[in-house]
């Protein structure tokens, strides 16, 4: 079975720093796609990036990049030059296939704090 | 604005009622999947629509119903609401159903609370 494990309940970051927020994953799936998404207090649950498992670079997407290590299942979210607009609870996420269908299994979690 | 539209926003109901969530995905998008959100289960998947099709159930109640029309909007029908079924409801879209590729865009999600 498909799992995500964020071992980090709360980060906190001053504003401007670099953060790491760690996600692993367990699958025998061979292809796969691990994402991130960051829900504000307000609810909305915003797509950040993705990374495909056959994707030979690692992902960027403005001031966020995901750092893939495939042989160790780890697929970290890297957030540069943090911002206080970032203070927001962060899920990553793996497309798991299901009998010909597929879903997303999410983490628990981690709950980012930008201090100014 | 991730392109997927759910209405309504914010619901309140009382316990054995009804309700029903509505979701347009993205122009487009073919797969349509609703997410329950509540503090002590986290994110649980219910169920994927694939071009009007089910295609996964995940730990959806009995209670619980969805389908998807012909014109791909899908609606989740919550039925003998319980104070446990009180959530934020998501429902997401992506253009395709398979594979590693395709991003999954959420909706804002609709904030039921069953008093």
């Known amino acids: 079975a498909q799992k995500i494990t964020q071992t980090q309940p709360g980060m906190f970051v001053q504003e401007k720093e670099a953060v790491t927020l760690d996600c692993t994953y367990d699958?025998?799936?061979?292809?796969?796609?691990l994402f991130w998404y960051k829900q504000p207090s307000s609810g909305e649950m915003i797509f950040l990036i993705y990374q495909g498992s056959y994707d030979q670079q690692n992902a960027t997407e403005g001031r966020y990049s995901l750092n893939f290590q495939k042989a160790r299942k780890s697929a970290n979210l890297v957030i540069s030059a943090s911002q206080l607009g970032d203070s927001a609870m962060y899920f990553c996420a793996m497309r798991a296939t299901q009998g010909g269908s597929e879903k997303l299994v999410f983490g628990k979690g981690t709950k980012l704090t930008v201090n100014p | 604005d991730s392109g997927v539209t759910q209405t309504p926003k914010h619901l309140i109901t009382a316990t054995g009622q009804r309700v029903t969530l509505r979701c347009s995905p993205r122009s487009g998008d073919l797969s349509v999947y609703w997410y329950q959100q509540s503090l002590d289960q986290g994110l649980q998947f219910l169920i994927h629509y694939y071009n009007g099709e089910e295609r996964a159930k995940g730990n959806i109640l009995e209670r619980f119903s969805a389908q998807q029309f012909p014109d791909l909007h899908s609606e989740l029908n919550l039925s003998s609401l319980e104070l446990g079924d009180s959530a934020l409801y998501f429902c997401?879209?992506?253009?395709?159903?398979?594979?590693?590729?395709?991003?999954?865009?959420f909706g804002e999600g609709s904030w039921l609370t069953v008093v």
């Open positions: 699958t025998s799936d061979p292809s796969y796609g």
């Open positions: 997401a879209s992506s253009s395709t159903t398979g594979g590693s590729g395709n991003t999954i865009y």
